[in-house]
């Protein structure tokens, strides 16, 4: 029988221009939160997508470091990923140093 489990997932996006961070995912599961934190002056928004199809709102990181801006909505028809699958964090506009992005993930493990 398979084990329920629940984790957070930190990236680190790290980039110092816009565009995008992917991530492979080790396991299945369900995006049910996402935030970022702004590590030093970041600004623009970022959002989180799997194969194109857009997970999140959305986050908006323009307050500077120490700021914690959280996804105001979650597409429930894109956020299931496989093992596997791509997880892509999008930026809009160059941060000035790390953004950590913050996914709250629920599935199952054989």
């Keep these: 029988m398979p084990a329920n489990f629940n984790s957070q997932i930190v990236f680190k996006s790290s980039s110092a221009a816009s565009g995008n961070d992917d991530f492979t995912m080790i396991r299945a599961g369900n995006v049910y939160d996402a935030f970022a934190i702004a590590n030093g002056g970041a600004a623009g928004t970022c959002t989180v997508s799997k194969l194109g199809s857009v997970i999140t709102s959305a986050i908006n990181i323009n307050g500077g ?21 791509v997880l892509r964090v999008a930026k809009n506009n160059a941060v000035s140093s790390d953004t950590y992005i913050n996914l709250a993930s629920t599935g199952y493990q054989a």
């Excluded at 996804?71 to 699958?85: Q, R």
Aim: cysteine-free.
């Design 65 to 85: 470091d120490k700021t914690l801006a959280r996804t105001t909505s979650i597409d429930n028809a894109n956020n299931s990923f496989a093992a596997g699958d």
